[in-house]
T-cell receptor, first 114, second 110 residues
Framework: NAGVMQNPRHLVRRRGQEARLRCSPM?????VYWYRQLPEEGLKFMVY????????ESGMPKERFSAEFPKEGPSILRIQQVVRGDSAAYFC????????????FGPGTRLTVT | QQPVQSPQAVILREGEDAVINCSSS?????VHWYRQKHGEAPVFLMI?????EQKGHEKISASFNEKKQQSSLYLTASQLSYSGTYFC???????????FGKGTRLSVIA
């Protein structure tokens, strides 16, 4: 029973490039959450999606960031025109239902912007 | 609003006990506890829903005091494997996203 998969595990981008982070939830989970974690900090909620729908994007920066969870395929977090401040670990988590169920986290993608 | 965790860090010898607290300034619907080891994904420990219940296993348990808007995580007879950063995540209603505290770094030494 595969857990939450994220790829790539490490991503290096130059300022101004685009970053695409992928997340495949656990089998049977239709709820996906994206979090950002800076060193020595907690997890900051970014967005909550169900298949084909964005449920809550209150934690997403208004510009350059977008997320999707298509009917087929993984959830994608897209960061356009990356800046150094975007460097962080990005985790996705999945759950079988809304946030009152435990969330299972993927291994994360560590984005470095040079 | 971000919950406040205390202490920020704690060092224990194997076999000692620890308590980690998580306080909120707003009424809580649920509290989630996770442990994260360096460079790894957070791992779910337990959820507590409002109602003042206490949950857990033999050596790791938690309580939720709805009136005080706080939760405490109890680690008994700590083992080396307990080392890591413990995060609480709070939910203020059934449809709000989890807000995580800054974490408590626990180090267990032999």
């Amino acid at each position: 029973n595969a857990g939450v998969m994220q790829n790539p595990r490490h991503l290096v981008r130059r300022r101004g490039q685009e970053a695409r982070l992928r997340c495949s939830p656990m089998k049977g989970h239709s709820h996906v959450y994206w979090y950002r974690q800076l060193p020595e900090e907690g997890l900051k909620f970014m967005v909550y999606l169900q298949k084909e729908n964005i449920i809550d994007e209150s934690g997403m920066p208004k510009e350059r960031f977008s997320a999707e969870f298509p009917k087929e395929g993984p959830s994608i977090l897209r960061i356009q025109q990356v800046v150094r401040g975007d460097s962080a670990a990005y985790f996705c988590a999945s759950s079988p239902d809304r946030t009152s169920y435990e969330q299972y986290f993927g291994p994360g993608t560590r984005l470095t912007v040079t | 609003q971000q919950p406040v965790q205390s202490p920020q860090a704690v060092i224990l010898r194997e076999g000692e006990d620890a308590v980690i607290n998580c306080s909120s300034s707003k009424a809580l619907y649920s509290v989630h506890w996770y442990r994260q080891k360096h460079g790894e994904a957070p791992v779910f420990l337990m959820i507590l829903l409002k109602g003042g219940e206490q949950k857990g296993h033999e050596k790791i348990s938690a309580s939720f005091n709805e009136k005080k808007q706080q939760s405490s995580l109890y680690l008994t007879a700590s083992q080396l494997s307990y080392s890591g950063t413990y995060f609480c995540g709070t939910e203020h209603s059934g449809n709000t996203p989890l807000v995580f505290g800054k974490g408590t770094r626990l180090s267990v030494i032999a």
